[in-house]
């Protein structure tokens, strides 16, 4: 009687050994955890930025031109982002009263900081600052800062500006009655309002 118990026992274990052999859980599927852009307090951007502007320098012809620019960059967190930035402008009044070249698009090629001044974890509209300083082609040196507000989440955001550009620009100069004048500023002051998308 022990002996046949033994047996059937014996006999229960390997039936069940061999079912839990066949039945294999699932393994866990090998791909990249998700990760939520939008709440990422550091890594990768891109800002495009549309602009317009005039000159505000007295007693010359001011130019107007409109342009706009792609920024790629590293976030370190909201109130600090570094970027490389390039663009092109376009003057609408591109004439000898203006400016020297006879080629009326200048392409910058910037350095870009910007950040919020306060969080916006919280928040849908913040103000923030920025600042960019490089060199445009057929143009010049230039910095440009910029006060603004943001609109929307903190990687998802609307941008509107309003900024000051420093640019020198290409000169000409003229002989009047025997005195030397520039026909234009060697550099520019620029007044203007900046729209752009930034995530």
Request: charged content about 20%; proline content about 5%; aromatic content about 14%.
């Amino acid at each position: 009687m022990i002996m046949k118990k033994i047996a059937i026992v014996c006999l229960l274990l390997a039936f069940v050994g061999q079912v839990t052999a066949q039945v294999r859980l699932p393994e866990r599927p090998n791909r990249p955890k998700y990760v939520e852009h939008d709440m990422l307090e550091s890594g990768f951007w891109i800002a495009v930025e549309g602009n317009v502007s005039s000159g505000v320098v007295p007693d010359y012809t001011n130019a107007q031109r409109a342009g706009g620019n792609v920024v790629f960059g590293y976030m370190v967190n909201e109130f600090m982002k570094l970027g490389l930035g390039l663009g092109a402008n376009c003057y609408f009044n591109n004439n000898e009263e203006v400016r020297k070249p006879t080629n009326q698009w200048t392409i910058p090629v910037y350095f870009d900081i910007r950040g919020n001044l306060i969080t916006q974890e919280v928040r849908n509209l913040v103000p923030y600052w920025s600042f960019d300083i490089g060199y445009a082609a057929y143009d010049g040196f230039f910095f440009s800062p910029t006060i603004g507000i943001r609109i929307g989440e903190r990687r998802n955001s609307w941008l509107i500006g309003f900024n000051y550009t420093f640019q020198q620009l290409d000169n000409k100069r003229i002989n009047i009655g025997g005195i030397e004048k520039d026909l234009f500023p060697k550099n520019g002051s620029f007044l203007g309002v900046k729209i752009g998308y930034e995530f």
